[in-house]
């Protein structure tokens, strides 16, 4: 029995030992996500806010009963709704663009980071950044008061434009080529003498990324902080628009803290909510 008993013992030992194993491997494999916990954070609370609460549920209604108000006719008493319909379209590709592209500056710039990315990652970039139209796809049926036939149109714009944001994530890497046999001169290489530095090469297009997005989040974000200006910003744009063009704007802004604090190993998330 004893003989047994220890045998038992053993095995549940090993069995422990490798499922430790297997947890800081998929730890390790996981590693990279480590740095989009606030991108993931965000998405997931905006995606939430526009699908389940009634909040976003009257946002969306009121985006549909206003574009069958206007029967689709051009005229100039409609021109305000069809610029909220194409503000609310053009925040959801802002804030994908920023997810699928800092996403991808992350794992470039992260400590030791000398490996192509992993497939699977490179997937979840892409998939965040058609996020903001597949959350706005679903919630529009959802929302309207007569189900698809009554935003059908708009479905399907926003579909083609996921498809084709989709399209451009797949063929990034053959424009950029393209690009570069074209004379582009797109290495941002500190040594003359060394033409590259291996997949994680930061780009020219790369810092011009970093600064347009910075600029125009910094922007936005202080316009809604003066309250008149804010008052005319919100009307212009619509609750939906802004709500996920502010989560665009929060990507960049968000990602460039975790860029200069990740070397401390400071827990950001914890701290957002403490002060908050």
Known sequence: MAGIGSRLIEICVMCLRWCGEQCQRLGNELAPLADLRIMLIVLAVGGSLLLFADAGEDVVR???DSANATDFQLRPDNAPIFLRWTVFLLSCVWTGLNAWYWAHLLYKTAPG??????????????????LPLTFAIIAMPLSARHGLRDNWIAVLVFVAAAVLLMWFFLARDRIAARMARAGWKMTEVADPAVPDRGPNTIFRGDFWFVYVTSFVSLVALGILCVPLARTYFAW???PAALTFGAIGCIIPLTSMVIYYTRQYQIPIVLVGIWRS
């Open 113 to 130: 980071a000398t490996m192509e990315q992993p497939v699977w990652f490179t997937w979840v970039r892409r998939f965040l950044g058609v």
């Open 236 to 238: 212009a744009m619509g």
């Open 62 to 64: 009121q985006l549909v």
